[in-house]
């Protein structure tokens, strides 16, 4: 069993000084999950998606009138005032920062990781992926990371971030009116995601003709991309029954009668319930939070506990925190976020959202920009390399230098190690030429770099 | 950060980040000194699966210009390709491939594949890189397997890796050691804490320990040789690849650098919009022979000892999706280039593109498994058995005979 220091770092995101004092490990983190709203994100200055493609739009019209020669109102705002993808990304980054630092375990934060990874959207795919990932993560992953799967699946596979990103909202059924009209067709890119990444998982016996008949079914499932005097908003979903292929559509052995959006709806309803998705999320958690190879018998209770409850993550959350293979003896290397989360928080830094950038990209793991809908890679191996733990050093030197000089390493070494922390490596901290040079020992001690 | 304006330096390993990563294996074979022969290999792995009938187009099927419709690069009344065999021509976004073909030193295969016959992109890299049959078969890379194999006498140093990224690849992932390194763009820590923090891993984290010197090690190796003014990559994403090329290239030209190494490049999944002649693909193949044209410039000196083959986890459909891109499909083609290559050629068993030729009725039909041709340039190349190619690096490929006649 590892320590009550430790499982802050393996299930939270590190603790601040003094959050070591909580007592009972493992009531603060179910006490941190019985809130099923608790992992919202509600910032004022934030745009929703809406908002958010409003701006790219707004922002395509003013080079086209630009391009014509017209005046655009935007072109007369200032450029700093303007608001590009950029700035709305770099506004999602420092409300995740200011998350980070105010959360008091940070369990809820990395089931949000955790999930944002599981439905990835990559930012740099396209601008208007760049100004939807932050909302995604709010609006599609956040509210539901302690409910029901089944919604959680239904808002990231209706958000327009995943509709863009896996090219859903552009597929149309060939031989729907809009698909005959134009001769467009089917792209299947998302449906084949859906099976593969999202749900049941790419060993659970589907065929290409599974992926074409579930191409088909998603057709019509897209978003208002533009203004109309009428109907819904910006970024709403919205299912556009002229360019939803007609027919009976057969997936894993069943066949769905063909009435509209519902036929997308039942199958998520089924994808969502099958065991191989249970499995699949299962041995996803168990893999993430412990080990690369996690005990069978921790995978087998997150599965029935996902299958008994319908889905239910708030049990599924519980049932990891409750079991003792979740805090089995063995320390996989932090990922790159993770990392920072847990230094920033140690040090009590509050990085700008381009040094954010800066450092995660360098380490491999920029927040927001996975490299494939595969998300970012969960093997301990991968962070585990040469040059990574080279950057990692540099780093944990800039962040030492930012902190404030009236830290002394060894109480803090105390205050966010508690009994993890080796004599060893307390010798060597106080041993340290300078107090920079301490606290950049202090984050690349294998007991902070590990859990 | 709040007390202090520390800024990080926002510069290239941004782009490489975005392009992806490379790895060489720090590999000096005793064999090269003795015999004079002193072989370099480079691995591209091109991610995300490459229409290689938009890379290759073959303009003499009779079928290619109807069933590719609107996307059929070279076909009548479109933008030309550059001439390669008459049959097949190559996208014109291609000079420096065009202008190495027609010099003797690059090859084309087409309509090969891997032993991997689904269409899931991760499983498929899985196969390219772990070299078995099937995905999740094997934890290590072929790559790996092959340097671990290679003849041992003489060696003057022993195996470490050099992996030119944030992270080792699977195709690198094994038994011998591998370190990885990009070039540095933060302040590096100092020496000092440097030597205190390895003292420490050694005794408390010997994992940590081994891991950590072989970068400490590398960013000692290779202080000055890439020390290029330290600010941002011009040119987007042909600046990346080029960079990340001519990084590969200068390690493995020098003459104690490594001798293996293995990069690859990311965006070329392209479902929807492919632009294969102006556009996405378009961008990325001229980005591509760019860096191609890097390697070969760059590796001038020991270019006849040099083997650089492309390669990606299967094709795209043959037919055009409803979006104006391709999805995912089967057979592709692979590029081999070197001053040793006996080039200026496409190799290809040419399967045909009408229907009833194509694999499940949407994509290119693979008749050449790539594995043969990986075999062919280990067994010609670096000089590894017969049996140790279908033993160890390549275990499930005893019936797939390596290919004949790529080098001379």
């Keep these: 069993m590892i320590s009550d220091a430790a499982a802050f770092h393996r299930f939270g995101l590190g603790p601040r000084p003094g959050d070591l004092d909580v007592g009972d490990v493992r009531a603060a983190l179910r006490d941190e999950i019985g809130d099923r709203a608790a992992a919202r994100l509600d910032s004022p200055g934030l745009l929703d998606a809406g908002g958010a493609l409003s701006a790219m739009i707004a922002i395509r019209q003013a080079q086209a009138a630009a391009r014509n020669g017209a005046n655009n109102m935007l072109l007369m705002v200032e450029p700093q005032d303007r608001v590009t993808a950029e700035t709305i990304n770099r506004d999602e980054i420092a409300a995740r920062v200011a998350r980070v630092l105010g959360a008091r375990i940070g369990f809820v934060d990395r089931l949000v990781a955790f999930w944002n990874n599981h439905f990835a959207v990559e930012a740099s795919s396209g601008m208007d992926e760049r100004a939807l990932v932050g909302a995604f993560e709010r609006e599609a992953i956040r509210p539901y990371v302690l409910g029901s799967f089944r919604d959680l699946l239904g808002a990231a596979t209706k958000h327009p971030a995943m509709l863009g990103y896996l090219d859903n909202a552009l597929s149309v059924g060939p031989n729907s009116p809009a698909g005959l009209a134009a001769n467009r067709g089917l792209n299947e890119n998302h449906a084949r995601e859906l099976l593969e990444l999202h749900t049941v998982g790419v060993d659970a016996g589907y065929t290409q003709a599974d992926v074409t008949a579930l191409a088909r079914i998603l057709t019509g499932w897209t978003f208002v991309a533009r203004d109309a005097l009428s109907g819904p908003p910006v970024g709403s979903f919205i299912f556009r029954a002229q360019a939803h292929e007609p027919g009976v559509q057969t997936v894993l052995g069943i066949a769905y009668p063909d009435d509209g959006v519902g036929q997308g709806e039942a199958v998520l309803d089924f994808l969502a319930a099958h065991p191989a998705t249970a499995n699949h999320i299962a041995r996803k958690l168990a893999r993430h939070f412990v080990a690369d190879e996690p005990a069978p018998e921790l995978v087998d209770r997150l599965a029935n506990t996902f299958a008994a409850s319908g889905g239910d993550l708030q049990a599924v959350a519980v049932a990891l925190i409750d079991s003792d293979e979740a805090f089995a003896d063995e320390r996989r290397l932090k990922p790159p976020q993770e990392f920072l989360w847990s230094a920033i928080r140690a040090l009590g830094i509050t990085p700008a959202p381009r040094q954010v950038v800066a450092i995660l990209t360098s380490l491999g793991q920029p927040l927001f920009n996975p490299p494939s809908p595969e998300g970012f890679d969960d093997d301990g191996a991968t962070w585990l390399a040469p040059d990574a733990m080279t950057t990692r050093l540099d780093v944990a030197e800039q962040m030492a230098l930012a902190a404030s000089p009236a830290l002394r390493p060894g109480e803090l070494a105390e205050a966010v190690l508690g009994d993890e922390l080796q004599s060893g490596s307390l010798v060597a901290l106080l041993a340290a030429e300078s107090e920079v040079q301490a606290l950049t020992m202090l984050l690349m001690l294998p007991e902070f770099q590990r859990r | 950060m709040t007390r202090a304006t520390q800024s990080f330096p926002l510069s290239r390993r941004l782009f490489l980040g975005a392009a992806g990563s490379f790895v060489a294996w720090a590999q000096i074979p005793g064999i090269a000194r003795a015999t004079g022969h002193d072989p370099r290999f480079v691995v591209v792995i091109l991610r995300g699966a490459l229409d290689g009938l938009a890379a290759v187009p073959p303009i003499g099927d009779p079928a290619y210009a109807a069933i590719r419709g609107d996307m ?229 000196p020991v270019w006849d000892q040099t083997v650089v083959v492309v390669v990606t986890e299967f094709g795209r459909t043959v037919r055009g999706n409803g979006t104006d891109g391709t999805d995912h499909g089967t057979g592709t083609v692979a590029f081999v280039l070197g001053g040793a290559v006996a080039g200026g050629r496409v190799v290809a068993d040419w399967p045909g593109l009408a229907e009833g030729q194509l694999l499940d009725a949407r994509d290119l039909y693979p008749t050449t498994d790539l594995r043969a041709v990986l075999k062919g340039l280990l067994r010609d190349h670096l000089g590894l058995s017969e049996t140790i190619l279908t033993a160890q690096v390549f275990p499930d490929s005893i019936g797939v005979r390596p290919m004949d006649g790529l080098l001379g």
Excluded: C, K
């Excluded at chain 2, 295969?109 to 196969?127: C, L, M, N, P």
């Excluded at chain 2, 195996?159 to 370190?179: F, K, Q």
């Design chain 2, 72 to 300: 059929a690069v070279g076909a009548p009344g479109r933008e030309r390709v550059l001439p390669l065999d008459g049959f097949f021509g190559l996208n014109d976004a291609m000079p420096e491939l065009h202008r190495l073909y027609g010099e003797g030193d690059a090859l084309i295969v087409h309509a090969s594949a891997t032993a991997y016959r689904e269409r899931s992109h991760f499983d498929g890299q899985d196969v390219l890189e772990n070299g078995a049959a099937g995905p999740q078969a094997l934890r290590t890379g072929w790559l790996n397997r092959a340097v671990g194999a290679l003849p041992s006498e003489g060696r003057i140093a022993p195996a470490t890796g050099l992996a030119v990224s944030a992270t080792v690849p699977l195709i690198l992932r094994g038994a011998a050691p591998v370190v990885t390194w990009t070039p540095p763009n933060f302040r590096p820590a100092g020496a000092d804490t440097v030597a205190r923090l390895l003292d420490l891993y050694r005794h408390q984290d010997p994992e940590l320990a081994a891991v950590f010197a072989a970068g400490v090690g590398l960013d000692a190796l290779t202080a000055g040789e890439m020390a290029m003014g330290g600010g941002e990559v011009a040119g987007g994403i042909a600046g990346a690849f080029a960079e990340m090329a001519e990084g590969a290239a200068r390690l493995i030209a020098d003459p104690e650098g490594p001798r293996i190494a293995a990069l690859s490049y990311n965006g070329w999944d392209t479902h929807a919009n492919e632009g294969a002649d102006t556009g996405r693909l378009a961008d990325l193949l001229a980005a591509l022979d760019g860096a191609l044209g890097a390697i070969a410039r760059t590796a001038a």
